[in-house]
């Protein structure tokens, strides 16, 4: 099978976590819908479209760390749309603006391993990528998060079993049934839970908790003849996100 690589970077990002509301953190990856979002602005899939065109059950995907984790929190200004429009001055009981203390994440850049089952849509998503050309926008989160992309290259990949395996990329929880992550010196690991799978609706039907390192390094997994990690013929692996 082919394999779509490519990067992702911006100057920030902001990927809302779930539980939070009035002072907003984000996760420190890009949500697999997320990413579907950042692939159908890349090929013009309609809002109401590209959790169906770019669904868990059309990708394989996997997400790399390319630059360490950092956040920093920044106050941001909402403004007072209540009654349908803009009021640039407080009137009666609403206040103009409310100045919200939110989480970003600084300098982020992903790698992001993508096939998709469809070989129409995936021969458009590489083309647009290699010619560096979105239909809408690419965002990091927030719209006014603007983000970047650069092709990395298209790759033959093939699934093997899970026995002790360096991957470079996140690692869902579901390949870890046991004591299969190996915990090396030097190794600064984060977990979060994360939404896998969303509806068109916006209804999340699965999440998943995800292990990965902060600073990028890879990881040692396995075994776990359970799961396959994806072998790219220039001998990166991959771990994928559960598609049920």
Known sequence: ??????????????????????????????????????????????????????????????????????????????????????????????????????????????RLYVHHRDAQMFEKLQRAISEHRSYFTLAMGLSELLADFELVGVFEGEHKSVETETVSSVVPESYLTGTELRIEPGLRLGKEMIPVIMTQDRIVEKYQNVIFEIEGKTLTIGPNPAKTVVVLENGLKFCTFDQE
């Not at 390319?66 to 009981?93: A, E, H, S």
Request: glycine share 10%.
């Open 1 to 110: 099978m082919k394999v779509l690589v490519f990067d992702v970077w911006a100057d920030y990002g902001h990927f809302r976590k779930y539980y939070t509301t009035s002072s907003p953190l984000t996760f420190s990856i890009p949500p697999p819908p997320t990413v579907a979002g950042m692939l159908g602005a890349i090929v013009g899939s309609p809002r109401d479209r590209y959790l169906v065109d770019f669904s868990m059950g059309q990708l394989l995907l996997g997400i790399g760390i390319r630059r360490p984790i950092r956040k920093t929190r920044m106050g941001i200004n909402l403004v007072n749309t209540k009654d349908g429009y803009w009021q640039p001055v407080q009137k009666g009981n609403h206040e103009a603006r409310t100045q919200i203390r939110t989480e970003f994440l600084r300098s982020p850049c992903y």
